[in-house]
């Protein structure tokens, strides 16, 4: 069975400052996984995506991610941080064995100026 | 290439009355997910869609919601007898095949008020 735990309900750093969204998943597995951004009152977007190449991801508006197997984690972090990054993401593993998409709870970040 | 496209944007139905929402999914895509989002509670599951046929509905309640994805035009949620709980946000999304490793793309959504 598939999981995913975001770690954080909610996220506050200033303007400028580095941002880490946590994100651990359990899969039985290889699995794929996914960062999404849903700003208020629109639809979710993709950021950027995790599919069995490299571990270190790079998506857009600067954000990347990086997959360690190891720790079962695939943490999301910008070196700085802008007002517009303030929204809520979201973490998403799924599996080759079944069409299961499994959503984290979210982690609304908060940009303090 | 247009994206998912839902309408309406918004719907006000008073009790008891149906809901309909409309989904368009991106061209080429043959997946259809219908998700609800209530505040504070992020994304909720409700159905899985191909053309013409209905792969996972787990996440539907088993009275009152229906959904279809048929051949020819969009994809269809219905709400029957609405009540104030349906009160939501709902979200469509689309993907190409295979849908493990392909990223979903998200509607706007359709925000339901039920008075």
């Known amino acids: 069975a598939q999981s995913v735990t975001q770690l954080d309900s909610h996220v506050s750093v200033s303007e400028g400052t580095p941002v880490l969204l946590r994100c651990n998943y359990s899969?039985?597995?290889?699995?794929?996984l996914f960062w999404y951004v849903q700003h208020p009152n629109k639809g979710l977007q993709l950021l950027l995506k995790y599919t069995s190449a490299a571990t270190l991801v790079k998506g857009i508006n600067g954000f990347e991610a990086e997959f360690k197997k190891s720790e079962t984690s695939f943490h999301l972090t910008k070196p700085s941080a802008h007002m517009s990054d303030a929204a809520e993401y979201f973490c998403?593993?799924?599996?080759?064995?079944?069409?299961?998409?499994?959503f984290g709870k979210g982690t609304r970040l908060h940009i303090l100026p | 290439n247009a994206g998912v496209m839902q309408n309406p944007r918004h719907l006000v139905r008073r009790r008891g009355q149906e809901a309909r929402l409309r989904c368009s999914p991106m061209?080429?895509?043959?997946?259809v997910y219908w998700y609800r989002q209530l505040p504070e509670e992020g994304l909720k599951f409700m159905v899985y869609l191909q053309k013409e046929n209905i792969i996972d509905e787990s996440g539907m309640p088993k009275e009152r919601f229906s959904a279809e994805f048929p051949k020819e035009g969009p994809s269809i949620l219905r709400i029957q007898q609405v009540v104030r709980g349906d009160s939501a946000a709902y979200f469509c999304?689309?993907?190409?095949?295979?849908?493990?490793?392909?990223?979903?793309?998200f509607g706007n959504g359709t925000r339901l008020t039920v008075t």
């Open positions: 899969s039985s597995y290889s699995p794929s």
């Open positions: 999304a689309s993907s190409p095949p295979p849908s493990y490793n392909s990223p979903l793309h």
């Open positions: 061209k080429g895509h043959s997946h």
């Open positions: 998403v593993v799924t599996s080759p064995r079944d069409d299961k998409i499994i």
